[in-house]
């Protein structure tokens, strides 16, 4: 029950937020993620303002599941993609851990759970993490649970690769509750699709 | 109406950051309004200590603050940083209880998966005791010097003073937007955040050193070894001293009296109150707070690491080494930070290896450390190393959920 009232809170909230945002619409068909990767969507989606290599996409909200594609992360950059400074709002980013050239899968792992915590999400936790292709290359796969500052449980799979000591990464999240498996299956179809474009260097 | 909420909600950020017993490093901005409360606060009418059972009356403003912490609390009871462990609860909740004496049943106490050394009280009575203060004081009686002092904030209604402070020398407005600015976020549960970006407010001088005393007092009737008290301060100073530069140092250190201030006023205190008394107990009850807190020591480290606050997690596990309880697990999860800082002018793999040795040979660690000292070693090219170390992992993980994924990484060095 409560899980429910934090989901219409955050439907709320999320609603609010989608007023404010310039969101575009991303209709069916292939499209071009960052100036790096390519894809090909059987359903629309909501896509904010791309910002420093990170480009998310919704369909009912922010809240209720994002799509995040984080690009082009070179050594020494934060998934948050933001700088990290002594005061203010991005305080919280000073130390977040970095992309480190070399790292392996479950380093990376480590990093997302470090950062997650850092944000101040509770219960982090990464499972089933393996080797698995990622846009026709070597990558890796994890899931990673967590309760948001509200209390309600989330889960989020990354699908990722590192080429030439640049990591991508493709992280979809939502609650577990209804909307992570309602919205899984046409998530795996999309990743499915993901390609470099051939100008992205990868 | 809906702005009417959201504005309710920040102020209810504004009061449950008001109830902070300490601030972080509070912007000058912040310690411009600081300074100007204060010098308010040599103005004020004492505000009568509040009995056992009394809530305000419904008429007044205090009644007003304690509805809009309520449902700061009604959020604090579902954030997802809550420790909900019933024994970890109970433990806090008893020393509270023995502290409070007959106030016991007013005080409600949550622990917050935190890794700071912080411990906050609203004015309604709702106490957040943060897990990071768990993983620092060395026993029960230097815990229950930080949950003294948060009852006396309590019992003096120093929140609610506060609040007046504020509001009368600013305006309801200014008080609105200093919390916004202090904040920074508009989710008053996202305390990490918080945290990260200083922005708790503190109570002034007069309020701390009253809190403090206050405690004290409590502690010594409760049977607790004063002496305690001005020792949860002294670590507090190491621990910032070790950190050098790093700008997050504990929550306490901005807190108006200077910890050296505190720490010699409670030591005098102390002092006085060993001298004057001869049927004072002297309890530290160091082995049972050592029990209490040991299923949750290695998942309070763990979260100390995530940190990446690197000089500060040294130096703040070297302290702990010193102080004797599982010393192996902290040599791993000592060679833990210099492996995730992995600076190579520090030689960071070479101390990450000395520190995982010695907590094989003391015992006592997880089984993760070998799965670190693999890591290690694939990153040193070391395969046929890292190989033997995946292998004890698994051997004494065989469940690991990472399975797998440690296999693939043995296989190219049995190939080869």
């Not at chain 2, 507090?236 to 050098?244: A, F, T």
Request: a positive charge.
């Amino acid at each position: 029950m409560k899980s429910f009232r934090n989901i219409a809170i955050t439907i709320t909230l999320a609603a609010m937020l989608s007023a404010c945002a310039q969101i575009t619409l991303v209709k069916p068909g292939v499209t071009t993620v960052n100036d790096t990767l390519t894809l090909n969507t059987l359903e629309p989606w909501n896509k904010f303002p791309p910002k420093n290599g990170l480009e998310i996409w919704t369909v009912d909200g922010p809240g209720l599941q994002t799509l995040r594609f984080n690009t082009k992360i070179k050594a020494g950059e934060n998934i948050a993609r933001q700088e990290g400074s002594d005061s203010g709002p991005n305080a919280k980013y000073k130390d977040m851990p970095t992309f480190k050239k070399g790292m392996n899968a479950l380093e990376v792992s480590e990093m997302f759970v470090a950062s997650y915590q850092q944000l101040g999400l509770a219960g982090v936790a990464v499972s089933n993490l393996r080797n698995e292709a990622f846009a026709g290359r070597d990558g890796f796969y994890f899931e990673i649970d967590f309760t948001d500052k509200e209390g309600l449980d989330r889960r989020g799979v990354v699908h990722g690769t590192v080429v030439d000591d640049v990591m991508h990464a493709i992280i979809y999240s939502a609650p577990k509750l209804h909307y992570f498996n309602r919205d899984r299956q046409r998530v795996d179809r999309l990743i499915k699709s993901v390609r470099f474009l051939s100008a992205a260097g990868a | 109406m809906r702005i009417a909420r959201n504005f309710s909600g920040l102020l209810i950020c504004c009061l449950v950051l008001a109830g902070c017993k300490t601030g972080e490093l509070v912007t000058d901005s912040q310690t411009a309004l600081a300074d100007k409360s204060e010098s308010t606060a040599s103005q004020r009418t004492t505000t009568p200590d509040i009995a056992a059972g009394q809530r305000p009356d419904p008429s007044s403003d205090e009644a007003g603050l304690w509805l809009m912490v309520d449902r700061s609390e009604a959020r604090t009871k579902t954030s997802g940083d809550r420790i909900r462990d019933p024994a970890l609860n109970a433990y806090v909740r008893q020393i509270v209880c023995d502290l409070a004496g007959p106030h016991c049943g007013d005080i409600r106490v949550y622990i917050a998966r935190v890794p700071h050394f912080n411990a906050t009280m609203s004015p309604n009575g709702m106490m957040v005791v943060w897990s990071g203060l768990l993983l620092r004081v060395r026993n029960e009686a230097q815990l229950a010097t930080v949950l003294g002092h948060e009852i006396g904030h309590y019992l003096r209604r120093h929140g609610v003073e506060r609040f007046r402070r504020i509001r009368d020398t600013y305006g309801f407005l200014a008080f609105m937007s200093m919390g916004m600015a202090m904040v920074g976020i508009p989710l008053i549960t996202d305390i990490a955040a918080i945290a990260a970006q200083g922005g708790l407010s503190s109570y002034n001088r007069s309020d701390e050193t009253e809190a403090d005393a206050i405690g004290l007092t409590k502690i010594s009737e409760a049977g607790y070894h004063p002496g305690e008290a001005a020792l949860v301060w002294d670590n507090v100073i190491k621990e910032h001293e070790v950190s050098g530069e790093e700008k997050q140092f504990s929550l306490f250190l901005s807190s108006h009296p200077r910890p050296e201030d505190r720490r010699e006023e409670l030591t005098n205190r102390a002092e006085n109150i060993l001298r004057d008394t001869t049927t004072v107990k002297l309890d530290r009850h160091t082995e049972r707070y050592r029990a209490a807190i040991a299923p949750w020591r290695q998942r309070l480290l763990r979260d100390e690491v995530r940190r990446h606050q690197y000089k500060r997690s040294i130096g703040l596990i070297d302290m702990l080494i010193e102080d004797g309880f599982r010393v192996g697990e902290l040599h791993y999860f000592k060679g833990e930070v210099h492996r995730l800082r992995d600076d190579t002018k520090l030689d960071d793999r070479a101390a990450a290896l000395r520190e995982y040795d010695k907590a094989a040979e003391i015992g006592g660690y997880p089984p993760e450390l070998h799965k670190s000292r693999g890591l290690l070693k694939l990153r040193m090219n070391d395969r046929p190393g890292a190989a033997a170390s995946f292998r004890q992992y698994l051997d004494r993980r065989p469940d690991a959920p990472d399975r797998n994924y440690i296999l693939s990484l043995i296989k190219p060095a049995s190939g080869s």
